[in-house]
């Protein structure tokens, strides 16, 4: 999950460096750039090999915050997408990664997976944090 400043309407009122998040995840071809915003989804293949290191290169050249989690991939122990949610950056990235923890905003999300990191109980679809890469948020 790659955390960065937003660009909208809300953006003003969000901790800076925490206005919006979107992921990177990759399979055995393709790295791919999943990216919300209030108009659409966005998907893209980046071009980037499979072996290269696509969170740190994010993290170095574009200054955001990345955290590298791995996710609970049995469907059978995710839940699903609510009818009822509102559909927010946050809650479409919780979604397509499988994770189910509390937090409206990215900060929030943000400080739950940070907390999960630092005890080292996992839970909520995270099987486990491999790293955070903080950024120089000012």
Request: proline letters at 4%; a positive charge; glycine letters at 8%.
């Amino acid at each position: 999950m790659i955390f960065r400043d937003g660009r909208n309407w809300i953006s003003p009122w969000l901790k800076p460096g925490f206005g919006h998040v979107y992921m990177v995840m990759r399979d055995e071809f393709n790295w791919v750039a999943i990216t919300p915003s209030e108009k659409f989804l966005e998907f893209k293949i980046l071009p980037y090999s499979v072996g290269a290191d696509v969170p740190y290169v994010i993290n170095k050249y574009e200054n955001h915050t990345v955290v590298h989690i791995q996710t609970n991939t049995e469907l059978d122990k995710c839940r699903g997408l609510s009818l009822m949610r509102i559909f927010t950056c946050v809650t479409l990235i919780k979604y397509f990664s499988g994770i189910y923890c509390r937090g409206f905003t990215p900060w929030q999300l943000y400080k739950r997976l940070e907390k999960m990191h630092k005890s080292g109980k996992y839970g909520h679809g995270v099987q486990k944090i491999h790293q955070i890469l903080g950024a120089n948020h000012e």
